[in-house]
């Protein structure tokens, strides 16, 4: 019987008698980082990093939660767990698992690009490496992000120079507190939808160093949005909460948006590449790093990156989870009473 394995809770550990991210409530739960896909509530006890846990009480208050420093070693039944950066948000971590000597190694989500607001991706090496295949095509490589911030720049000044205030959406955990660490708070003011203002607090109290940010509820309507540039999540698109910003220039930060088409689909009127999950080359390179004997691919382009990996002489398979990676859409977290 393989070390992991999934069942209809998620990822499961016998010999640990935990799961990994579950799907379902469990008693148990090894959380990779916070996302709504991969942290889900009603679980007995959550065991993660203490920046994933920070994030776990703000979305469930209630939860019993514990959280682990990373490279740590916790003995958990017959077998010995520890956590290490990811590179995807605050917290993220892959989670390495030895038994009898064999080490499965669970990347949840990650990135080699460089981010200030997380601790940047250390690869693990194990036997088995189960890896995201978000943008698993040759087609997704990314720009370096500095490129891609001053591209955000430029759009923002134009914007103010023509009388637009400048919105911009992206997921409130992670990838909005990206967006806040490379604006200039000098441009104009940054104000922030009440998820990604949450988000802002957690990360501040983390140590993580982001500009001022002004919530958009507490401006009064003579406030001159015209020179703001607002970070929303993507459930805020086309709502009635954006109407209160006059005219507006929307753009959206994420790694779809390397598509053409996506863009006028969203009815976006700018798309940003940039994305918190890795591109082909850095899936590439991180599962090479590894030296795993084993690639367990979960969710995104699994088939053509375990076909890939199969045609390079590696053992590969496809595991079937719930994960959802980055998507165009509104994730589960974004909710906020506008």
Not at 55 to 68: D, N, Y
Not at 155 to 163: D, K, P, V
Request: charged share 20%; glycine share 8%; proline share 8%.
């Amino acid at each position: 019987m393989p070390l992991l394995r999934v069942d209809a809770d998620g990822i499961f550990c016998e010999p640990g008698g935990f799961h990994i991210d579950p799907w379902g409530a469990v008693p148990r739960a090894l959380i990779t980082h916070a996302h709504s896909d991969h942290a889900r509530p009603g679980s007995g006890a959550y065991l993660c990093t203490e920046g994933s846990a920070a994030i776990l009480r703000e979305r469930f208050p209630e939860a019993v939660t514990e959280s682990i420093p990373y490279a740590e070693r916790r003995q958990i039944g017959s077998v010995t767990v520890s956590f290490h950066p990811a590179g995807h948000v605050l917290g993220s971590a892959q989670i390495r698992v030895e038994h009898n000597g064999e080490v499965w190694v669970v990347s949840g989500d990650y990135k080699l690009a460089p981010d200030p607001t997380c601790a940047p991706f250390e690869p693990v090496r194990c036997h088995t490496f189960v890896t995201e295949s978000t943008f698993g095509l040759p087609i997704y490589r990314w720009q370096e992000p500095a490129h891609v911030m001053a591209d955000i720049a430029q759009w923002w000044r134009i914007n103010r120079e023509q009388g637009r205030c400048s919105v911009i959406f992206g997921y409130p955990v992670g990838k909005a507190q990206r967006l806040l660490a490379g604006l200039d708070p000098a441009a104009g003011p940054i104000v922030c939808h009440g998820a990604v203002e949450r988000m802002n607090r957690v990360y501040r109290s983390a140590g993580v160093a982001l500009p001022q940010t002004l919530y958009a509820n507490d401006l009064q309507r003579a406030f001159d949005w015209t020179q703001a540039i607002v970070l929303a999540p993507p459930s805020a698109h086309g709502s009635p909460w954006t109407r209160r910003f006059g005219p507006i220039s929307t753009a959206f930060a994420s790694g779809w948006m390397r598509i053409r088409g996506t863009r006028r689909r969203k009815s976006i009127d700018r798309g940003f590449v940039l994305s918190d999950h890795a591109d082909w080359p850095a899936l590439l390179a991180a599962i090479a790093a590894t030296e795993a004997d084993s690639i367990l691919v979960t969710h995104g382009y699994r088939t053509p990156l375990v076909r890939w990996l199969t045609e390079h002489e590696k053992q590969a398979a496809a595991l079937e989870t719930q994960y959802e990676g980055e998507s165009t859409e509104s994730p589960a977290n974004d909710e906020d009473a506008p």
